[in-house]
Every structure is written in structure tokens, then in C-alpha cells.
RNA sequence: GCCGAGGUGGCGGAAUUGGCAUACGCGUCGGUCUCAAAAACCGAUGAUCGAAAGAUCAUGCGGGUUCAACUCCCGCCCUCGGCACCA
């Protein structure tokens, strides 16, 4: 038999034709398996590297049908997005065509390599069926508060004029322009996930089966950082700043304040202040310093005197209150106290401004140093020798800073402990004199939802003159996205010269008001997506609980890495937050996560504009659909990155023509008459036969390594021709070699599979049978072969029989020639026996 | 700077978790078939020395533990990814 387009085509037809995705889902007779792959954002036809996050998950989801669930595999569009908007800019299509041209174009695609879906449940997020459920997500969030404007610093870019997401500020500038991105205030609405920061991070522990770097990756993301916050008095004024510090063990040496620009009690603090205009002059400046040169390393440090004191509540002095260029916006309280001697930013500053520096934690090398001249030997080997302040030792430069932990001086009655006890002392101390209380901070910000754009989901709300700001009333969704738009960058969204779009009576007084011309970031309509899957057309709610009860949480998620924060941890907020209004039963939603690596080829990204893209549509017309699925599988551990050459596709294309010769051979294969006993060779090939199904199997109930999966059933291949080369094989064993070969191959090449199985008379699909099963008794063997070592290299082996004791597998081992003459008349030192593996002999 | 992943033949990569390093595939070489070529099949293939038997060296580098280390411990180097003035 030979392979060709004309098998992927026919098996195609016979999936769709006979339903084979189609999921029941109220089906109980078999146990349910949702299994999910990030749906793709249609920006462009897929290329090789896309296809393996889809090859991947028609994989599992052919695997789990054969070990007998009820599989769901959906798929969709994430179809809301700034590249279309950006197309309508440049070459006038609407956003609308261009997205569903695509879908259309990756549709083929996927369905030409063989990859099943249950299409009737198809969603789209820019479809008004779904994005109504979106703004239903978002009244939702904002009848409970998680939903909220605020004035916030946002990216800017002033050539462009508009806003900028995160993601399309590459190093600083803008990535259609290359301007320096500048930071611009203006009132946006929020998500708050900051609310969730504990629960997001603690619920971390419940996903056992998830890789380890995501988790870590979304820990740091929130990054919890637990400290006090102490109160600093102003001098000659009722005012306070408070600050947050992770390190209380070093207040003693807090020697100045400092501020971040949008500090908010800053006017009320420079408002008599002398040198006021310049210090307004520094504030704008640092406001409209790019974030590019932020970035960059050795940004120096800059500040300015305000002119006030605090007083150091522990010490009594007065320090001085500066305004610093390093002080971060929108964390802990925007303004620190500084302790130049534990910290290499704070002691940069204190240099180039010539403020004091006292050292107030000693690391164990400086202290070693310090008392070899204090105290008996004694009391310095145990550290009792508690030495006077002395200061503490002069720092020069920064690498002699030491921001470690270490032992407190110069700190009165803490003097001499050790940091993380101090820590606990002082915060005590402090809470109890009211200087101070423990306190927690996250690096989480609160998630900025609102784009000022038109290709996404309309915020539904309505602000009116007399009742402000107002929902819209559910009754009334979707708010409709208007078709006729002219898209200009201006920096507000082009639905704001939309007046048919913007007037709207007040859904409370019933006066005329205007709408949010803002729409939703895309992250919000892929944060349910998954839910919407079980009752995709149900007009009448987002979902339904019941079912999505049933069929979630998702059993195993496939995706990119490159969503390991954003998406996911947003998803998890959002069914956090549904979980909280008793809309769904589950706590996290997907319970099982598998991150694919990158296909790379010439060392990079598959990209266009570095024209590397591997075109799938011509490998498929070529060798057809399961060689590039087997070779995709076949190329490495699937999570890892790997790197396309067209030559390891020609040996998979080798190997299925290679499989599929079996068949032909099989036909032609002649019995040589009866014979009761089996031979040797036939043990053999049974025996493979059954350690192949045991490794495969086993390969894929790990972690998915299907790359070793095929190697084993290569080696299956390779034997099966052995058998036949070297002599009789019974027609019964090599027809269930040949079964067996095809049936573990059907996740990876499902076409082909059928094929075979056609040929072979069998007239219902691969798919409706049963996954192999191994027979533990052809295991057995009676023999097994030994690898003899001396001195721990290998000299020789032997074959033993499994039942002889250590002893006389010993005694053997020391009969070999080699073993003799290596020995001498020397007896053996000591010999290791290691079960069925080795015997080393050492001498 | 911090966190994470990784470094194994000419190449992609295996190695039952401390037990025969280099499975499987690619490439290369030799053979069979053929007028020839392709395809296919069979065989060889870590490096060095050797006619051979064999020996020595090899899993980024340097140490260590062990009868035995790709695997464990200590100290470095390099590559990739994430975060990055988070107090």
C-alpha cells in the first residue's frame, strides 16, 4: 500500500460523515474527558510551528477515545484583536472580513491535517452571541465591585496617539513607530484581580498537574512580599509618611525618605517649600522620562531635597524627605524609607547626594573581621562578644554594600540579633508602640481592561449627566458593535465619532446619556471561552451551570508557554470570581496543563517578515498528513523547543511507507503448514509485541512523550521485518504485529490507521476500539541477559536463566575467560550483584 | 541582578531515576537489486592508537561521594526563556 493524499482525504470524510467528534455531553454511559487547546487567534494562515499545539491535541484526544472516554474537543476563534484593527488602518478591509477570511483559511488547514473537532460547537468571540456574554462577564464583575474606573498611568505613544497595551511596547518604544512610549494619565476601567492575589497564589498548590515554571512563573508575577509599614512623622506638621519595607531589621539605619513623583500627599509637603518650581520642574520631568531608558541598567539616579524632615521613629532623628527618580509608581506606598548602608539603590543615592550612611547589619565575614580584636576567643567563636556601635564599618562603593541579612549593630536593644529574629522583634515593637503594623504587598496590579479601540467587545455602561455612571441593563445586551467605522489613530476609539453609537438614554432616569465608547482587552473574551464550549448557541445564559458542572474543570489544557501568566492567571481570576457568585462548582478550571515548546527553524521563530516559515499545506500535498503529524511528534520532547529539518520529515515519510508495506507482505504471506509449538523468534516478536504496547502506553500516560512512543514503535517495525528475513512467522502473529503497529500509531496518524484496518476487513474506525492491552504472561522470559563488569567496565556478558540465585550467577560470572584472566590468581575484592542487570567485580 | 529550563556523536535526541552511555531517526560509508539511476533492502558508523585481540579517552569545565555518576554533592562557564529600581 502507498500513501497519499487521496487516504487523508477519504478517512476525513468518513470522521465528519459518520461524527466521530461529535460529543454527546449528556452522555453518562462513559466517563467524560475535556480536552482543550488554546483556541487560535486568526491572524494569519498556520504555519508548522502553530500546528503542533493542535497535532499535540488530537493526539490525546484520539488516545483518551480509545481508552474508552467520552471526549470533548472544541475549538474556536480568540477573533476580538488589535492586528485586525491595524490591517483596516493600513489596507482599508474591515476588521470583520479579515477575520473571518482567516477563520476560514486556518478551518481547511486544520481540518487537511486531520485534526478532530466537535465543529458544531465552533465559537467566535467577536460573534454578538458571545461577546454579549463578555459584557454580561463584565456587569457581572461590576455589580460587585470588580469592575471600576480610576485614573492610571497608561503606555503613550505621541506619534500614534494612541494607547498601547503592554505587549506592544517592545524595549521601550512603540512597535509601529519606534517612539519613545511615554506615560500618560487617564481614567480607564480595571479588573480587580488584586482582591484574588492571595487566593491566585495559595490555589497554586492544588494544580499537582501542572509544569512547575508556570506556577513559579505566576508566583513571581504576583509577587507576594510580606514586611511592616512604619509611620514617619513629618517635622513641624501633622502630616506622616508611611512606607513599606520587607527589611524592618534595618530601620536604625534608615537615614532619609524617598518619594516617588505621584506620591499623593506630595503637593501638601512642597507647598511652601522654597525651591517649589523646581521641584514641579523635576516631577514633570521624571513623569515624561520614557520607560526605554528605565530599563536600562546603570539609569542613573536622580532627586531632589523637598526641603522636609521626618523623624526616624525608632532613632528620634530627623531625616530628610527626598523625591527620587526610582521610586515606583503604583506599588507598596510610593514612598521608602532608605537605609544606603543594606541597599545598593538607596546607597547610590546617599553618595551622589552626600546624605549619611550607617551601617546597621553585619554580614557574618565583616563581623569575623570586625571582632578579632574584641572579647576572648571564646566569646568571639560563639558571637557573644556584642561590640559598641563603632559605626560599623566604612563603606566606599557600592560592591561593598551589603544587602543580605546578617547580624544587627548600631540598633540599641537589637543590637547583636540576628536579621529574621530582629524582623520579628521590631515589627512586634512597633505594633506595639503604634510606629508601625505588619503589612503585605503584592507586585499584582489590578488588570486594565478598557482599549481604546473599536475591534472588541463594547463596555456596556452608560454615563449619564444626573445618575452617572450606569450599566446597562442585562435585557439589553449585546451592545452592539457598529459596522460602519472610519479607523483613524487618534487615540480614542473610532466608535467616539460614532453619534448614532454613543447616544443612549439612561437606563436609569431615561435621559439622554452617552456610552463607553471603550471596548474590552481580548484577554477578557478568552478568560470564559471554556465555559462557553458546553452550550455554545444557549441564548439564554453564558452557560449553564449544571453542565459546565459536569464537563469542568477541563482535564487537560494544551497552549504555549507564552500564556503562562497573562491568560492563565487571568482565566483562573475570572473563574475565581464565578466560583465566589456560586455559578460554578470548581476552583480552577483547568485541572491538567501541558505547555508545548516553540518550533524553531534556522535557530529562530517561524516568522514571515524572517521568511523561515515552513508552509504545512505543501508538506501535507507531498508526503500527506500523518508524516507531518508523526514527524511533529517524533521531533522532540514536546515541551521543549525544537528545530524543523525537512530530513527528519523524509524519515517518517520512510517509516509509513515503510509500516505500510506490511500490509502488502501480509497478503502475500504464505503458511508453511501447521506447526503446534511457537519458535523462538515468534516468543520474540510476541514479546515485543507486548513490551511495546506496555512503553507506549507508558510514554503517554506520562508526559506525553510521544517521541519515544514512536521510537518504540520503530523498533516494533524493525523487528517484525527481523522475523520475517530470518525465517518462519505464523500468519496469526504477524497480522496482530501488524494490528498492533497500527493501532498505536492511530493518535499520531490516524489516516493511515483506518486505512490499514480496512484492509485488514475491519469495517468500523480505529477509534471505536479499544486501546491495546499488554499480556503481563509474554513478558516473562526464562533467560535474560547479564552484563559482566570489572572495576565497574563492562568485559563481557552472559546470558543467565531468571531463577538461579545470586550465588550462582556470581559463581558464573567468575567462570568467564575474560573475568579469569583478568583476575589471575587474585581472589575477587568484593562483588555487586544488581538484579537481572550486572555483576561487578572489583579487584 | 533575581527566578526557571538546558548543555550527551556530524545533526534531532534516548537512557526504566545511581547500574551495559549514545535507543529511535537523520546523515555518511559499504553491499544487494539495476544497463544505469532513484527507491527499496542488508550491514557498518562516538573519538584516538592498533593488522587484530584489545587499550585509552569521551555526557559544558574543575573537584568530590560511590564497587558504579549524564544522573547525587560543592565550585565555575555557556545558551535559551521569564521578571526586572517591587523597597
Known sequence: MNYNREI?????????????????????????????VMFPYPSSELHAGHARNYVIGDAVARYKMMQGYNVLTPIGWDAFGLPAENQAIKHKVHPQDWTFKNIRKIKEQLNSWGIGYDWKREIATCSPG??????????????????????????????CKTVLANEQVIAGVCERCSTPVTQKKLRQWFFKITDYAEKLLNDLELLKEWPERVKIMQQNWIGKSEGVEIKFPLVCSNLAINCFTTRVDTIFGATFLALSWDYPLISQIINDAPNRIEIEGFIEKVKNQPQSSRILDNFPKEGIFTNKFAINPVTGEKIP????????????????????????RDFEFAKKYNLPITQVIQSKEQRAKAHRHIGTKK?????????????????????????????????????GLDSSEAKEKIADYMEKEGIGKRAVNYKLRDWLISRQRYWGAPIPIIYCEVCGEVPVSESDLPVLLPQTVEFLPTGQSPLAYIEEFIKAPCPKCGRSAKRETDTCDTFVDSSWYYLRYISPGKEE?????????????????????????????????INKFLYD???????????????????????????????????????????GADTMRLYILFMGPPQKDAEWQDEGLSGCWRFIQRALRLLDLLKEHKEQGPREQLNGKEKELLKKIHFTIREVTRDLEGNFQFNTAISRIMELVNQIYKNLNEGYLRKEIFQNSIETVFLLLAPFTPHISEEVYE????????????????????????????????????????????????????QMALSLDKVKRLL???????IIYVDKRIVNIVI
Open 8 to 36: 487523508d482525504k477519504k478517512w476525513q470524510k468518513v470522521w465528519e460523515k459518520t461524527g466521530i467528534f461529535d460529543v454527546d455531553t449528556n452522555d453518562t454511559s462513559k466517563p467524560k474527558y475535556y480536552c482543550l
Open 379 to 415: 566569646q568571639r567563636a560563639e558571637g557573644t562578644c556584642l561590640p559598641a556601635r563603632q559605626g560599623g564599618q566604612r563603606i566606599e562603593n557600592s560592591e561593598e554594600v551589603y544587602d543580605g541579612e546578617g547580624i544587627l549593630i548600631n540598633s540599641r536593644e537589637f543590637n
Open 541 to 573: 445564559a453564558a452557560f449553564v451551570s449544571e453542565d459546565v458542572n459536569k464537563w469542568l474543570p477541563v482535564d487537560q489544557y494544551i497552549g504555549g508557554v507564552e500564556h503562562a501568566i497573562l491568560h492563565l492567571m487571568y482565566s483562573r481570576f
Open 581 to 623: 457568585e456560586g455559578l460554578v462548582n470548581f476552583n480552577e478550571p483547568f485541572r491538567r496543563l501541558f505547555t508545548q515548546g516553540m518550533i524553531t527553524k534556522d535557530g529562530a521563530k517561524m516568522s514571515k517578515s524572517k521568511g523561515n516559515v515552513v508552509a504545512p499545506d505543501y508538506i501535507i500535498d507531498k508526503y
Open 759 to 810: 484492509g485488514l476487513g475491519r469495517t468500523s474506525s480505529v477509534f471505536n476500539r479499544a486501546w491495546p492491552k499488554f499480556n503481563e504472561e509474554f513478558l516473562k522470559e526464562s533467560e535474560t541477559e547479564i552484563a559482566v563488569l570489572v572495576n565497574g567496565r563492562i568485559k563481557d556478558r552472559m546470558m543467565v536463566n531468571v531463577n538461579w540465585s545470586k550465588e550462582e550467577i556470581e
Open 130 to 159: 458571545y461577546y454579549k456574554w463578555t459584557q454580561w462577564l463584565f456587569l457581572k464583575l461590576h455589580q460587585k465591585g470588580f469592575a471600576y474606573r480610576k485614573e492610571a498611568l497608561v503606555n503613550w505613544c505621541p506619534e
Open 321 to 344: 524627605i527626598w523625591i527620587a527618580n526610582y521610586i515606583l509608581t503604583g506599588y507598596g506606598t510610593e514612598a521608602i524609607m532608605c537605609v544606603p548602608a543594606s541597599d545598593k
Open 824 to 830: 589471575q590468581a587474585n581472589p575477587p575484592k568484593k
